[in-house]
């Protein structure tokens, strides 16, 4: 692929809600809190964008004056909105975060029941002129667990992106509080079942630490999640395991956090290539694996998002497109994003190659 390859990404957009600093809801409200825009596709575009991809952003929102600072915000940004869908009905989706500190967890709070993107059709898109030209298509979990229309959309869409010839991306970023719009089953069985389906369609995986094990059963061995221990060498016989359910993916990609506290991680990443049956891991040192110390978050939300776009980014880019290179650059975009306060990573392509060539002591640029 070249590197004027456009970029398609399709989901929810929201508005995020937070107070300033590491402030808990019970003490600032009543009070000020800060509105972004956030979610999890818009983010990727968003960063990408900055990386310097051609990127369109494809979603729903309502017809007010909020729908319309969203798309203002985006189009400011670089990403392309021209077949964005302004709706007469729902509503703008919310999300309330409280950043964590210390030993106390970060927390975030849903509210995106019957918000405009979970109303709207696959059929209501123009989907068409979106991938006309279009090479990759990047979805996640997140948008199918809102509803059944918006799970159906996502599902639609991948099938034609392939259709289309592009390659398609998945992160699978289960969220166990959404997935209730089918009362008859669980929200893991729910997850799974709309997952496994959207993924029969995907060449490119993405997941954290959790996902496959929440999602598809597959567990990785000596790992405690909760505790932040992680025994990584495990990730490539997790990524195997789902190659040999899903032969149509050929990469698998796998952020690996040890979270010491809310404020302290240990951040890297693997992936496996399938056509090399190779596996990787970023950053490292004389091929050994050496995460990234991150002992001052500032906002861990995105992160993930950042790796994806950061990975998607590499991938379309002839000099980067290496497996190795292209998780380094991914990793290093990623943990670049803890620094900066908001989902979107607004590091630039000069700020990751620094980081990936060790410049990462935060001495001051004259």
Known sequence: MDKDVKIVTFGEIMGRLAPEGSGMFRQTLPGQVKMTFAGAEANVAVSLAILGRKVEFVSSVPENDIGEACLANLKGLGVDTEHMLRKGFGRLGLFYTQAGANQRPSRVIYDRENSTF????????????????????????????????????????????????????????????????????????????????????????????????D?????????????????????????????????????????????????HNNWGAMLYDADTDGSYFAPSSDGVYQPYVITDIVDRVGGGDAFAAGLIYAMTDEDMKHPKKALSFATAASCLAHSIQGDFNYSSKHDVEMLMQGYGSGRIIR
Request: net charge negative; proline share 3%; aromatic share 6%.
């Open 215 to 263: 999602v598809l059963g597959i567990h990785p061995e000596n790992t405690d999640v909760m505790k932040g221990k992680l025994d990584v060498e495990k990730y490539k016989e997790v990524a195997k395991k789902i190659v040999e359910q899903f032969p149509n993916i050929s990469i698998v990609a796998t952020t690996l956090r040890e979270s010491i506290s809310a404020n």
């Open 118 to 213: 979970s109303q709207v059709e696959f059929e209501d898109y123009d989907w068409g002129n979106i991938f006309n030209g279009a090479k990759w298509l990047h979805v996640t979990g997140i948008s199918p667990a809102l509803s059944k229309v918006a799970a159906v959309a996502v599902g639609k869409a991948v099938e034609k992106a392939k259709k289309c010839g592009m390659v398609v991306s998945c992160d699978l970023n289960y969220r166990k509080n959404l997935w209730r719009w089918d009362e008859s089953k669980k929200p893991r069985q729910l997850a799974e079942e709309v997952m496994r389906e959207i993924l029969s369609n995907v060449d490119v995986l993405l997941a954290n630490e959790e996902d496959t094990s």
